[in-house]
């Protein structure tokens, strides 16, 4: 199965952003330092993930690498780490998004070290929630995730950082406490059946449930899912979020924290409650296409940007779930795909907001404007994503969406059809942005505007130049991932 | 009484015997370190004999136990107290507190919390209760100047004499209608019936209040936040941890020992959890005092306790005692952390006051936070495996609308903690300065913290532990 040595490279991932955590907090010496440290701490990660997706990027079936301990024997709990196509690309995703983070955050001031530490931490994190496959190691890695984005919004935030960071916390804590209790549930229905206990993943899907049974637990998992991802009705605290955090925790929490509820609705709720998600697959699409289209509205109405792009991602992620709502592994396989270039494009995207508003000093539309005599190299960046954002062919996102459209046709036409004008309003409230920051005359009294640093084209231009590979040449996204999603969809009836 | 017997009780002779020489020796010296020292020692001594000792004599007296779980305690309380008292030498030492006096009261409670941890019988329960709660209405407010302090060991004292009457005619009661006060056939009174049968019931219900009083559930809990603002923070601790948890203790005893016998209560327990988990968390929100918010959250702990002793199972009981032991080290770190920044002019507790503290002085910022997060329930840190056990045994025991309550409960306690933690890192104003602190101080928040850690990640020796104590 694998033909690298025992290394614990699973740990690696999940341990290497903890000790540069705590190297963080522990020197004294100077915040450069400390910046420096990050960053090294992040390309290492990064270079691991990059030697695994080298190793491992040609995809296969089941579990590309694994590692077992015994943690708590009592209630049959153990240290499971494993990774397959799928927890690799968002391996990826995060390792490298991190990088970029750490760069973006690079101008912060206040409480440097604390600040890193925390990024760090929530990179741990989040390399654990997409690893884990014993359930109370997943629900762990789950919470402790949140709690480094709770302080990011809540120290380093905007005027609301306290009221959002703590709604934030809340509103995803109720969900997950609901995912508790169905996992206990769970567990003790599978020991009752089979007299063994246990919180392992592919022991716990083999449990025989009743329909009733299955509805309860999936509904217990949907509701964490649901809120973190966020689809329509359980949304309202991510555009709060969103607007009152820090640059680096909008990235970071549009580009991996929301990622973290589809990938569970992929690897824990649908494959454990198959006949109930099933059943339940059109409550989801409608869900879904309700949330893209009225999210895309929402967008269209906002004057902050932040906001705007806190919109845009919901809609977005609505398509992503009308993708795994349809069924198929065309589907499935955009809809991963859609969730990975969005991290990109999105990330991207409020890297820039945060540029302009360093430039600027403020978020709202009507206050900006003009901005292509100014800056222009800042302003190419910003067309380009946003172009990728609304998903123009050739550029990252396309090769998705259409996956996702062309899948959900194949089972489901008239969700495909109904989606599709979802594609028109991206298309409209991204070039309402478009149209509101670049264009236009630039608004009276502002002074002399720098263009893009040196650090700055470095967080954009690896973006961008994976933006438009991977819109041409989506094939490294598309190759690890048949082989699970085709297990995925084959184990489930 | 046989010499054996003696032998089997010397962890508690220890704090006794110590606590009796200190009085003696505060007498003639007043200088209060070595005082405390002395009692430090003496409860780190009573700890190890607690821990080294064999198993002694299934009872003694007819009143006590020594068997591992109560050894188990035994030792719990009096490192608790060696804790306590750690934290008591520089507070003690800068309100001139009588050092002899307070020494010995602090050795005597931990004494009465050991014996109740292992009580068998009615009586053992009555004395051992009440030579502990007596200890603390004194400790309440021993700080003479502070009027908080007065009015709070005033409170106590009324509350916790009508208390104390609720339980010696409760017991009458019990004693009425099934002849005996030892524990087991006490209970199985309330099986067999008869005609006797509700008089044992209304008597088991009086004890209950008077236990209830005890680990403040709701309605009986008004006393706590103003307890808890009143007395010194040293003696908040060791009210949060020792005299809380030794009434879980017994609770936990006295029903292991009857299996089935409660069944009739189980309606009323039942309320009585819903009505402390809701009311606790409602009241610990708005608060701004943080020694009140954390008495308010501990009235939403004692709820949690009563989720896992409902089901009656030998998990739910391993659960309580495992929770309790996690509940008593994050609570100590947490008063600790208030006694470690007060000054002589008073404790900090106005959350107004520990604003950005946790930058300047990250130590014991961070203590705080990881203490309060445990309480909370956070994973990584013993409260999560708590929590996580006490929810498993109460679904697993069928009471799964109680496990939501609870739940529903530790996402309310996240808000309220979360703010202070927010709070304490929170940048706005420059922090104001506050004790620095002891070595000693830091020692023992050093222990605690780690604990804390260790139980969150490591649980598995303590779950085991746990689980082959219950008798």
Known sequence: ?493 | MTWFDLIALAPVLILVFGATTLLMVGAWHHQSAPLVVGGIAVALAAAIAAGIAPPGPPEIAGMFSCTPYARFFTALWALGTALVLMLSLRYAGERDFAAGEYVSLVLFSAAGMALLSGSTSLIGLFLSLESFTLALYILVSFHRNNDPGAEAGLKYLVLGAVATGFMAFGIALIYAASGTFHLPEALYGLQTGGQLRPWALLGWGLVLVALGFKISLVPFHLWTPDVYQGAPAPVTALLATGSKGAVGAVLVLVLARAPGAWHDLVPLLWLLALATMLVGSLCALPQDNLKRLLAYSSVVHMGYLLIALLPGSADGYSAVVFYLTIYAVASLGAFGVITSLSTGQGEPQLLSRWQGLGYRYPWRGAVLTLCLLSLAGMPLTGGFIGKFVLFHAAIKGGFTGLALVGIVASLVSFAYYLRVVLVLYSSDEPAPALHPGTALEHAVLLVCASAVLLLGIYPAPLLDLTAALIP
């Not at chain 1, 499971?80 to 990826?92: C, E, K, N, P």
């Not at chain 1, 905007?158 to 995912?179: N, P, Q």
């Not at chain 1, 919109?311 to 992620?317: P, Q, R």
Request: glycine share 10%; with cysteine.
């Open chain 1, 1 to 493: 199965m694998t033909a690298l040595p025992q290394f614990p490279w699973l740990s690696l991932l999940i341990g290497l952003p903890l000790a540069g955590a705590l190297l963080c907090l522990l020197q004294r010496r100077s915040d450069g330092e400390c910046r420096w440290l990050a960053l090294t701490t992040t390309l290492g990660t990064l270079a691991v993930s990059l030697w695994l997706f080298v190793a491992f990027g040609s995809g296969g079936e089941g579990w590309l690498l694994r590692e077992d301990a015994a943690w708590i024997p009592r209630f049959g709990i153990r240290y499971t780490l494993a990774l397959d196509g799928i927890s690799l690309l968002l391996v990826m995703l995060t390792a490298f998004l991190h990088a970029i983070a750490v760069l973006v955050a690079w101008p912060e001031q206040r409480r440097v070290p604390l600040f890193m530490a925390l990024l760090l931490v929530l990179e741990s994190g989040l390399m654990g929630v997409f690893l884990a496959v014993d359930l109370v190691l997943f629900y762990l890695f789950w919470e402790v995730m949140l709690l480094p984005m709770v302080f990011l919004i809540g120290i380093w935030g905007e005027a609301g950082r306290r009221r959002a960071a703590i709604r934030f916390f809340l509103y995803t804590l109720a969900g997950s406490l609901a995912m508790l209790l169905a996992m206990i549930a769970l567990y003790l229905l599978h020991g009752e059946q089979t007299g063994s206990y246990s919180f392992a993943l592919a022991e716990l899907a083999r449990t025989q449930l009743t329909l009733t049974q299955e509805y309860l637990l999936f509904g217990g998992f949907l509701l964490a899912f649901a809120i973190k991802a966020p689809l329509v009705p359980f949304h309202t605290w991510q555009p709060e979020a969103l607007s009152e955090s820090p640059a680096v925790g909008a990235l970071d929490l549009t580009g991996l924290l929301l990622k973290t509820g589809i990938y569970g609705l992929i690897r824990f709720a649908l494959p454990l409650f198959p006949h109930a998600a099933q059943a339940c697959l059109p409550l989801l699409a409608a869900l879904a296409l309700g949330g893209l289209f009225y999210a895309a509205w929402c967008a269209y109405g906002e004057d902050d940007v932040k906001r705007i792009l806190a919109y845009s991602s919901i809609s977005h992620l609505g398509l992503v779930v009308l993708g795994l709502a349809a069924w198929n592994a065309t589907a499935w396989q955009g809809s991963i795909v859609l969730m990975v270039t969005h991290g990109l494009t999105t990330g991207a995207l409020f890297a820039l907001v945060a540029m302009l508003r360093q430039r600027t000093g403020t978020r709202s539309l009507a206050e900006l404007g003009g901005l292509w005599g100014a800056a222009p190299g800042l302003s190419a960046c910003f067309l380009l994503f946003a172009l990728a954002s609304l998903g123009l062919p050739g550029l990252a996102n396309f090769p998705g969406e259409i996956l996702v459209l062309l899948g959900t046709f194949r089972t489901q036409p008239l969700w495909a059809l109904l989606a599709l004008p979802g594609l028109v309003f991206a298309a409209a409230y991204l070039l309402r942005l478009v149209q509101g920051t670049l264009w236009g005359p630039a608004p009276a009294g502002r002074g002399a505007m720098a263009d893009l640093t040196l650090r700055e084209w470095l967080i954009l231009i690896p973006l961008a130049l994976l933006t438009i590979w991977l819109g041409l040449h989506p094939a490294p996204l598309l190759t690890p991932l048949a082989g699970p999603v085709q297990a995925a969809l084959g184990a489930l009836p």
